[in-house]
């Protein structure tokens, strides 16, 4: 039989909290005695613990989830893009990419490996890096509490992208007139890649969204315009701003900017005459595959043209 321990040995153990302790007690964590006379078998809290995460050990990565199973499985709130649970002890992230064209993103590090950067918690005024999940986030790596991210790109369906680590010291950046915190994700699983259509269809998405906007609102958002994406899937994908796409095309207005011709045709999707953007910083090539810089141009508008169809495979098979 194992030794029984207090209530200050078990946290220290378990790297909890007091707070994480009195929640799991009211959940039926195994105790004996009451008040500082508590004391707790090991085992019997190792096997309640497991039992309470199993239906997480369940969750299969790069499957799709609603929100009810996530709230189950995790014990969690069911609102909200950082949701701790105290019952399963962990803190649970959700990537929403369909609902603001300013969000996460990814990036490929010098290693190969894909990494998100996660944006904090907190929606009005400028984020507080110690407060409530930013603080449970930025202390992960030291105070036992496991990382689960979902990443969501369709409306309801959450898919499934298991644990992940901070990779780095977490920065500040301006997003909407507010600072916000940035928190670099490195992803545990290595040996599942999103879909290339799932990262095309979240692309035409937000280019629907950006091209509501007015020319002169999407002036504006360029300037401010955030690095591109970089995904590994199936081969490496650049999710490009699509503040700069639309208002590249906008300011066109149909006209290709390299032979000064109409565009050839009208696009099926949106009924506008049909142009490429082309980024003069050539996204592909093995001597760009970790450069920062290359990937930073996609997203600025003095790197993009609009191009009809001929002018713009021309430009990018020749690198020109």
Known sequence: ????????????????????????????????GSGQAKQYNIEDVQTWIQAQRKRIESLVIGNTYNND??????????????RRSHTTNTL???SN???????DRAIVNESGEEMLLYTGMGTTGDQDL????NKTLYESNENGVPVYLFETFEPKQHIFRGKVTLAETPYQERQKDRKVWIFPLR????????????????????????????????????????????????TKSFDRNPYVTAYVKQHAEGIC????????FISR?????????????????????????CISDLSKLSSSSALCYGSYNRRRWYFI
């Open 130 to 133: 110690h407060a409530t999940q």
């Open 187 to 234: 992803f545990l699983n290595h040996n599942y890649a999103l879909s290339e259509i799932t990262i095309q269809y979240k692309q035409d998405v937000k280019e629907q969204q950006a091209r509501s906007l007015d020319i002169q609102t999407l002036r504006k958002r360029t300037e401010n315009a955030e690095a591109s994406s970089e995904r590994l899937t199936q």
């Open 97 to 103: 990419h369909t609902t603001d064209i300013y969000e």
């Open 269 to 293: 999707k949106n009924q506008m005459p049909y142009l490429e953007v082309h980024h003069k910083v050539p996204p592909i090539g093995r001597w760009f595959r970790y450069n920062r810089k």
């Open 1 to 32: 039989m194992s030794d029984l321990v207090d209530a200050q040995t078990l946290q220290q153990i378990l790297h909890i909290s007091q707070h994480t302790r009195n929640h799991m007690e009211k959940k039926g964590l195994p105790v004996t």
């Open 69 to 82: 199973e996530i709230t189950t499985a995790f014990q969690c709130s069911s609102q909200g893009g950082m």
């Open 257 to 264: 900017e390299n032979c000064h011709q109409p565009a050839p």
């Open 92 to 94: 649970v992230l959700l």
